[in-house]
Each structure stands twice: as C-alpha cells, then as structure tokens.
C-alpha cells in the first residue's frame, strides 16, 4: 500500500520514475571534437552532426542511451558520503542553509519567468522588473502544492544592483495574475476536484500589452484522492495589459483563456495513452532564420502506449562494434520503456498568437528520461542551444545523473543535437552523489550532498545568468525546505562546452531571486 500511495503521489508532483543507485568505475573522459571520446568501461557517445533541418520536416534528433551513460561516467566512483561525485565545472556551488524567502512568508514560489520579447530579452516596465512564479498558499504543505498552484507575480525597482538590494531580492508580491476561476472555464468536464495553473512564459508588446502562455490543467480525484480519469493538460494564451505607477505594477484583463493546444496522441502523448503523460510549460520565441513566424517548444512525451516496448536501436544510439552497447530487447523489457520525453515544436498561425499547429518533436528522450520540463531556445555566437530540466528520479533504468540544467546544442531550431559536455547533456548540475541513493525532496538520502536537492526548474536568462527555485538544502539530519527563489549562477557558454563561472557573485552564487532586466520599456517602445 506504501509503495502504491507513494507511486501516486510521485505521479501527481510530475516525479514519476526510479531512483537508480551503485557504482562504477570510470575516468575523466576527454573532449577534442564533435565526437566526445569514451571513458573505459563506458560506451562512446552517439556522434551528432548539428546540422540544421528546416522546422517544418519530420527529422527528431534524440538524447540517446549512449550520450546519457556520459553522466556515470564522469561521476566519481570514490567520492565518499556527502561528497559531490561530479565534476566541480558542471556543478552548481552549494546554496546556504540560512537562505532568506521572498515573499515574507506569504506564498510558496517556484516555477519563474520574466517579461520577455521575441528574442528573450527580459524587460522592466516604467522603471519596474516583473516576474511571474508558480505560488501557493503557505498553509499548504509544499509538497502538495502542484494541484493547487496558481499563477501570481512580484515587482521591484529596475536598475538596482543586487549587493544594494535587500537579501531575499527586494521582491514585492502583487497577487495572483488572472481572476479567479477564469483559467478553469476551458475544460468541458466541469468536474474537476481540482483546476490548476503550471509554468509557460510572458511576452510583452508595445503599450504594456502582454500575453501569457501558460499549461491549465484539471484533475479528477475522488475523496481519497485517487484519480477518477486521467489530468486534463493544455496550452494556453491569455492577453492582458500591464500598468504601472510610482507605486508598482498591476494586471487588467485575462478575461479571454485561448486554448491554444492539447496532446494529440500522434507525436504527443495523451492521458488515454498514459495517465501520467506529461504535456507543459511553453516557450514562445522568433527565429531570424525564419522571419514572420512565432514557434513554441514544450515538454512532452512520445505518443506510444504506456508500457510499449518502443525503443529503437537510434534511441540506444552506440556505434557498431562497441563492446559496452546494450541489447535493445534487454533494455526494451526493462522499466526504462516507460521513460519516454521529448521536446516539442509548434508554429503559431496567425498574427494574434492564438491558434497553432503542431510540428514534430525536436528531440526525443526515448528510454532515457521522462522528463524535458521547461525546454527554451538560447541563441549565442550563432549556435541554437535547447535547455532542458530533469530530475535523478526520472531517468530510466541503467541511466544516472543529478538533478539539473541539460543542454544540446546545434545550427538550428531543429537540428541534429549535440548533447554539450563530453556528449552528456549535463550542463549544471546539484552537487550530487551518484554512487549512493538520492531519496526525496522530503526524506534525502543520509548519504547525499546537502545540495542534491537545492535547486530546480532552472531559467537561463541573457548572458548565461540561471535563475531557480530552492527546493530542499541541507541532510538527513538537518534539512530546510525552500519555497523561494535561489541564488543566481552564471554560466559560460561556448560552443558544445558549458561550465560554472565561480568568479560570478561570491563564489558562483550571485544575488537571491536575482532576475535582472536587460531592456527597458514605455508604453511606446517597439518590442520585437
């Protein structure tokens, strides 16, 4: 019974999958090219071209078997307890215990976003920063907040530096975005037990307008909490308009709930497919290689049937002749078909941004995770990077790696994706222990690093800054849950390589809930 409830309450947090243990033995592997060398003991990375397809083809570049098993083998086999096996470079420093809340103990905060243009630019507004989190009631227990999360936003003064500014970011609650119920009116069963707000992104357009993306999403659960049908998930877009005074910033509109997309079954997974499909968070942004349109990418999963042995050779992805490939059967009759992520793509079509289409995914994660959360396009010297978000628990079996940022980098939208970092995908990582067992957000592992927990749902911002919310800092035996906003990072990013900058704030970690605009509107200024 234990083990079904616990199942479940994975499930409804979006953690769905198997905390994997052990050792292995490995050394630092080299990176010289685009073809990142094997480690002894370990398979050679999948070879990725980079190169770019036209958005609109069928060509799905995926984070293959062979590219994950990177990330055991650059963990440490020696690193003893409450150490950090992984590589210093990929490793986000650790976040204080002592760390201060943003919101003076009003809402739980976690998914955020800022005001962004086309080119995620992050603009203030007559003198005012604007973020957007995902909050909940205080009173709530944190780890029952995603059924009951909603979309709230906080302003501070633009252009002060973050050693001037209070600790905890000088971040001033405004309230919920929408009006009440409103998010709610979409669904056609109106019997939801309960309606609730996950992440997406705010673009703002001259005159303060503002649209935002947003996944409303309904449950069906009876009284002992147990689902009655599968979540209902979709993307949406509300329009509404944003005024500010000496006093701050305040929201009208977001009267009118676009929907926007839901999954179809055939390149995106649906609750009749699996209960615990995933189907969020979209990030809508312009192409200069294809002007006049507006694309979308979103987490999703492959649309197989729960459970299907689906996985091909392509998705285990070694090359001919490595002794250390694994037998596709072996892999296919284990758990590890059950993780199936992928990242999704939509064009918009029309001027207004609300009706899309449907591309093919851009990268798949089949029998390698289960979750792609949060996915965004970073452009930089050329190159189009996609970040992604996941955790230890939902790797498949036989992959391992921390809680973090993961990226790949190619020439396009959609291209052939290298995964960055010795062909890992790892691009910032908690400090973590892969040869010991992780355990919960609410219950670590006594083995683990007090930072395995610290940080997610990470948002990599102009000039590398990374923004996240604190989940869980400290042990077993003296552990503090977050609910606010952590310490921003940098990172340097350069080609398929991507590390820390510790010269950044002190010591890495830069200012709480640090979320700095880099451009500057009124009510006239031309927004891209």
């Not at 992440?199 to 409303?216: C, E, L």
């Not at 980098?409 to 994706?417: P, T």
């Not at 510790?502 to 006239?524: F, M, Q, T, W």
């Amino acid at each position: 019974m234990f083990m079904t409830q616990l199942r479940r309450g994975l499930a409804s947090l979006g953690l769905l999958g198997l905390v994997l243990t052990g050792t292995a033995a490995g050394a630092q592997p080299q990176t010289t090219d685009n073809a990142p060398r094997a480690v002894e003991g370990f398979p050679e990375p999948t070879v990725h071209s980079q190169e770019a397809h036209p958005p609109d083809s069928d060509f799905t570049s995926r984070w293959t078997r062979a590219d994950a098993r990177q990330l055991k083998a650059m963990s440490d086999p020696a690193a003893g307890p409450r150490e950090n096996s992984m590589p210093e470079e990929y490793t986000a420093p650790t976040v204080p215990i002592s760390f201060p809340d943003m919101s003076g103990g009003r809402v739980w905060v976690w998914d955020s976003w800022p005001l962004t243009d086309s080119a995620a630019d992050q603009y203030s507004f007559k003198g005012w920063e604007v973020i957007f989190s995902l909050v909940a009631d205080r009173n709530l227990g944190f780890d029952d907040r995603h059924t009951y999360a909603k979309l709230g936003y906080f302003f501070r003064k633009a252009g002060i530096p973050a050693d001037q500014r209070p600790e905890n970011g000088g971040w001033t609650y405004g309230g919920l975005v929408f009006p009440e119920g409103v998010s709610g009116e979409v669904f056609e069963d109106q019997s939801f037990s309960h309606q609730t707000e996950w992440s997406g992104s705010t673009r703002i357009f001259k005159g303060g307008n503002v649209k935002v993306f947003y996944t409303a999403v309904a449950f069906y659960r009876n009284a002992q909490g147990e689902d009655v049908k599968p979540a209902d998930a979709r993307i949406m877009m509300t329009p509404g308009k944003l005024k500010a005074d000496a006093n701050g910033v305040r929201f009208t509109g977001f009267e009118i709930h676009h929907e926007l997309l839901k999954p179809d079954g055939k390149w995106y997974q649906n609750g009749e497919q699996n209960p615990y499909y995933n189907f969020r968070d979209p990030f809508t942004f312009k192409d200069p290689a294809h002007p006049g349109k507006t694309y979308m990418v979103f987490e999703g999963n492959t649309a197989t049937v729960r459970g299907t042995p689906a996985c091909t050779e392509e998705d285990l992805g070694y090359r001919p002749g490595d002794p250390h490939a694994e037998d596709l059967e072996t892999v296919r009759s284990s758990d590890a078909r059950l993780q199936m992520a992928n990242v999704g793509l939509a064009v918009a079509t029309n001027d207004d941004l609300s009706s899309w289409r449907f591309l093919p995914p851009i990268l798949s994660a089949n029998c390698v995770t289960d979750q792609t959360e949060r996915p965004q396009i970073y452009m930089k010297d050329g190159k189009y990077y996609l970040f992604t978000i996941s955790h230890r628990s939902t790797f498949a079996e036989g992959i391992d790696g921390p809680e973090g940022v993961y990226a790949f980098v190619g020439n396009g939208i959609r291209s052939d994706y290298q995964p960055v970092n010795r062909g890992s995908g790892l691009a910032v990582g908690n400090p973590t222990n892969l040869n010991y067992a992780t355990g919960f957000p609410f219950d670590p592992d006594y083995n683990q690093h007090p930072g395995t927990f610290q940080a997610y749902s990470h948002y990599v911002m102009p000039g590398g800054l990374v923004q996240s919310f604190i989940d869980t800092v400290g042990t077993k035996d003296s552990f503090r849950r977050g609910g606010t906003l952590g310490p921003t990072i940098r990172l340097d990013i350069s080609g398929e390589t991507i590390t820390v900058d510790r010269s950044y704030g002190d010591g890495g970690l830069g200012g709480y809930a640090d979320i700095p605009a880099n451009r500057h509107a009124n009510p006239g200024t031309f927004i891209p």
